[in-house]
């Protein structure tokens, strides 16, 4: 039986092996795979790129205190952004629960429509959730836009959902009994993390705090962006640390939201500030990485 | 005569789109390819491919011929000869015909007949891209082509021949591909003879009735039967098989409800009955395989479920933590509508138009008070943010686990209900009334800032919430008057008057002049007006009644064209004896006779009865009688009369047969 990493290991060999760059995780927190700067900038302009990492994606809403047997405030998503998306893009992702040791010949597999959107992120796509013998296994999604920016390629979008995958591949009924390597479980490696950021996240982080620096952030972020209207200097200039403030901003913002922090009147308001900043930076990254492209659009 | 098969070849539509797209596709090609005739046109489609065959198309449209019209005789035999040249013939060649001008030349061009190889590769591209879906995507970059999902083959063959064109870069051929799974691996090739069959022996049935059929042969009899779901899994698979499955029956302690969502939408499962009509702990998934040779898929789907229902008794257990009426405050951070703030803002106006609507009816209104508060409470619950279709319901149950009582448990379990024009109508009174305040809530507020459907475009299901209230009101025949609820927002007044004449007329069934009549005078309750019309439908056949109907409009006319918008009563010293007089006292008596009478059908019944003395005033009497006085107090009678009984419905708006007035 295939550990945890041992799954992670083969599927970043099996991408790895079709012509993926293998990407380490982003080193901030995020929602998801697709926010890391490897998909939400990449997938932007006509340049080919294959990726494939893990993110750890924290959803501090989704935290259940270590209790609930299939939900984390944070789990692990492998992400494969294949841009342009071949056309054989399906039979590549069923060859891939081969590689890990699902014959698919003995399982039952559905594509179910699933249309993904990330109104922060000014971002969405077509496609399905993966379905094997009835448990969602991965999303695949063909994005259409990002940072509110049509896309010049399409690319395909792979997340598998990691610990359900393992659980049903190391046939647990909870993802805590995973076993991450051999004779270590997923909960000797994690359960500490979910049990104490349940705690803050629902009861202690400091409400004030958290507003205060969402608005340092997205005053930093804005502050970027608006230098970079008025510079001449486009080439070396820093958008990148200005997607960085965004994501903090949109993290900020699920924690508030976690903690019931967010009244109704000031929800879709606080999205929309988000989504600004993540537009904002997608325009400056198109403008600054592809200028010409830019001129004749 | 050759049989064309066309399969374009996807990747997995969604199952819901598929029908609508088959109809539009079929009809677009009927429209451009009629002209080869055949004898039977088919559409398919599974998941991943939408197929068309044509049988027994023509080789070769028929010819068909064009008359190019030509110069006048008059305009002699240079113009003449300059039109032969042009169509590429000679004068000989041409034919005559006359019109208003004089004779003129016309030249009888022949069309050959399009080969069908040709116009089918021709036109192709454009029906096939011209399928419409609801929602379609690019895939082979920006400006390209869109279609639901991506175009990966596509096969069309004329009996065996190729009809050559291309698609989104994809060429047509003679290869398809089989099952995903299941299937060879290589393409297949195939002609539109054994296109079929050699599909079938890859697993895959194109057809999708046999695919219903195969899934309801394996379905079994003690399975509940579910139709929608049925017809989502035929678009769902290309080779449905069943697998049984079984789960703890300790499960079973959770409502059956909350089970039943589960299976049903989260899961897409059958659910499975005991003989005494009780939930068994089984279920039935249908898989897109053959068969579960190692008992595989039923293991793991037996896991999916006990991993839900697990979910589902934790957020049962969480839940019940915090009681519903802890609850109402949280109700502020949950978004009713982006300008219109809370649930906690909506509950306390439901709660008040509640209170006001129960003092009107039988309802408790005690209970009413405490559901309408309530009601909205589960929104904040762990369940509801997890099956969130369960909303209402789940409020309900919790609400008579928490002892608020059985009343108040069934006021809130009902209040979304109907949902829709299908479903019942809450069972209490109370329910009724916390429903009604509910939907009219949300239809007054949205319509108060400009929120208001138009054509196609309803994203709050506001006609839905109309069409709910309407039929409560109705069928409840809640003693309620709907207008005066909602005269303080101009605009909804028109959009319940549409929703009202759309159950009369479809729900109810009446005629569309039933319904004007009936509508014209002020609407009371709705109760009261289906009444009217009911009495209308019964008097109607009656033989006064539609040459009666014919007089008001006569009288409706009459008062038009002198431009009588009021009048006092009729005086009886200045009206002459004889049909005039009799008409005045026949008025005096039915007047009485339909006023004192208890049903809307005795005081038609009256009315009618006015028939031969309104036929002898028209036939004897002259409105427009010389003497001023005398033509006034005749048109005040006529006004009379015709606003007397125009309360019950303006019978003018009867459509009379042969009877014009």
């Known amino acids: 039986m295939d550990s945890f990493q041992d799954t992670i290991f083969k599927l970043k060999h099996y991408w790895a092996d079709r012509g993926a ?22 997938v932007l302009g006509p340049n080919k790129y294959k990726v494939a990492y893990v993110q750890p994606s924290r959803r501090p809403a989704d935290g259940r205190y270590g209790e609930n047997p299939n939900r984390l405030y944070k789990h692990q998503q492998l992400q494969v952004i294949l841009k342009p998306t071949p056309s054989d893009v399906l039979e590549q992702y069923l060859n891939s629960l081969e590689a890990i040791g699902i014959d698919l010949r003995k399982h039952d597999i559905k594509f179910e429509e699933d249309n993904w959107e990330a109104p922060t992120l000014g971002a969405w796509g077509i496609g399905w959730q993966v379905m094997l013998d009835g448990l969602e296994i991965t999303q695949f999604t063909y994005f259409q836009q990002c940072g509110g920016v049509d896309l010049d390629l399409v690319p395909a979008e792979i997340t598998y959902g990691l610990e359900r995958i393992v659980a049903f591949l190391q046939n647990v009924d909870s993802v805590y009994d995973i076993e991450w390597a051999p004779g270590v479980k997923y909960s000797a490696v994690r359960l500490a993390d979910e049990e104490q950021f349940s705690v803050y996240n629902f009861e202690m982080a400091d409400v004030a705090m958290l507003w205060h620096e969402f608005e340092l952030h997205e005053r930093e972020c804005q502050r970027l962006l608006d230098c970079f209207r008025s510079t001449k200097e486009r080439a070396r200039f820093p958008v990148l640390p ?22 109704v009147t000031e929800r879709v308001g606080i999205i929309n500030r988000v989504r600004k900043l993540a537009v904002g930076v997608a325009q400056a990254w198109c403008e600054q990485q592809f200028p010409s492209e830019e001129a004749a659009a | 005569m050759p049989d064309f098969l066309l399969e374009i070849g996807t990747e997995e539509i969604p199952d819901w789109m598929i029908e609508p797209a088959l109809e539009d596709f079929r009809g677009k090609f009927q429209a451009a390819f009629g002209s080869f005739g055949g004898s039977a046109l088919v559409t398919e489609a599974t998941p991943r491919r939408l197929v068309l065959f044509a049988k027994d198309l023509l080789n070769q449209a028929a010819d068909a011929e064009n008359v190019i019209l030509g110069p006048y005789l008059t305009a002699g035999e240079k113009a003449a000869e300059g039109f032969a040249r042009k169509q590429g013939t000679t004068i000989a060649q041409l034919a005559m015909i006359a019109d208003a001008k004089g004779q003129r030349y016309v030249f009888h061009q022949l069309v ?22 609801p929602k379609s995507m690019y895939w082979t970059g920006r400006g390209g082509i869109r279609f639901i999902r991506p175009i990966r083959w596509i096969v069309a063959v004329l009996n065996d021949q190729i009809v050559p064109f291309e698609v989104a870069g994809v060429k047509s051929g003679n290869l398809t591909c089989g099952h995903r799974i299941l299937g060879s691996r290589k393409p297949l090739p195939v002609t539109s003879a054994n296109y079929f069959d050699t599909l079938e022996k890859s697993f895959v049935i194109v057809h999708a009735e046999k695919r219903k059929a195969r899934i309801q042969q394996a379905l079994g009899s003690e399975v509940q039967k579910d139709d929608a779901l049925l017809h989502t899994l035929v678009y769902l698979t290309e080779y449905p098989s069943a697998v049984r499955g079984r789960f703890d029956p300790t499960y079973l302690d959770l409502p059956k409800e909350i089970l039943s969502t589960v299976m049903r939408h989260h899961q897409r499962y059958f659910s499975v009955s005991k003989p005494d009509g009780s939930l068994a702990p089984e279920f039935v998934a249908v898989t897109n395989t053959d068969g579960d040779p190692d008992g595989l898929i039923g293991q793991g789907n037996e896991r999916v479920l006990r991993a839900r229902f697990n979910d589902a008794r934790f957020f049962w257990q969480v839940d019940q933590q915090k009681k519903l009426s802890a609850r109402v405050g949280d109700l502020a951070k949950v978004t009713f509508q982006a300008k219109l703030g809370s649930y906690k803002d909506k ?17 408790d209104e ?14 904040t619950t762990d369940m509801v943010k997890e099956f969130t279709e369960l909303q209402g319901i789940v409020g309900g149950l919790y609400a008579k686990a928490q002892g608020e009582g059985e009343p108040v448990a069934t006021a809130i379990y009902d209040h979304y209900r109907p949902v829709n024009m ?60 709907l207008m005066p609820l909602i005269e303080d927002v101009p605009a909804l007044v028109p959009f319940m008057r549409e929703r009202i004449e759309f159950y009369l007329r479809d729900v109810l069934g009446f005629f569309y002049d039933e319904v ?9 309750t709705l109760a009261d007006l289906a009444d009217r019309a009911e009495a209308i439908r019964y008097v109607r056949p009656t033989e006064d009644f539609e040459p009666l109907a014919a007089s008001f409009k006569r009288i409706k006319n009459i008062l038009k064209q002198a431009g009588i918008n009021s009048a006092p009563p009729p005086k009886a010293d200045l009206l002459v004896p004889g049909p005039e007089k009799d008409l005045y006292e026949a008025w005096l008596r039915v007047g009485t006779e339909a006023r004192e009478s208890g049903s809307f059908r005795d005081k038609l019944a009256a009315v009618a009865s006015l028939r031969p003395q309104v036929d002898l005033f028209f036939d004897k009497i002259l409105v427009n009688d010389p003497n001023p006085a005398i033509r006034e107090n005749r048109l005040a009678l006529l006004y009379s009369l015709l606003t007397e009984f125009s309360t019950i419905a303006d019978f003018s708006e009867i459509v009379t047969k042969g009877l014009n007035a």
């Open chain 2, 422 to 481: 299908d479903d019942g109508i809450p069972r209490t009174v109370e329910g009724q009334v916390v429903s009604i305040a509910d939907k009219l809530d949300t239809l007054r507020e949205s319509f108060r800032i400009g929120l208001i459907p138009t054509g196609t475009k309803d994203p709050f299901a506001l006609r839905r919430a109309a069409q709910g209230v309407v039929k409560i009101l109705f069928e409840a025949r809640l003693n309620l008057q």
């Open chain 2, 516 to 524: 004007a009549a009936v509508m014209a005078p002020p609407i009371t």
């Open chain 1, 242 to 263: 200005a997607y960085d403030q965004a994501l903090k901003c949109s993290n900020l913002f699920n924690l508030l939201d976690a903690r019931g922090a967010i009244s």
């Open chain 1, 21 to 42: 760059i293998i990407q380490e995780p982003y080193d901030l927190e995020v929602g998801a795979g697709t926010m890391a700067p490897e998909t939400f900038l990449r």
């Open chain 2, 112 to 133: 050959k007949g399009q080969a069908v190889t040709q116009a089918l590769a021709d036109g192709l591209p454009a029906i096939v891209a011209g399928i419409h879906f």
């Open chain 2, 347 to 363: 509950t306390e106006r439901i709660a008040k138009l509640a209170a006001q609507l129960a003092a009107q009816t039988d309802a």
């Open chain 2, 366 to 379: 005690n209970v009413v008070q405490i559901a309408s508060l309530l009601c909205k409470c589960d929104l």
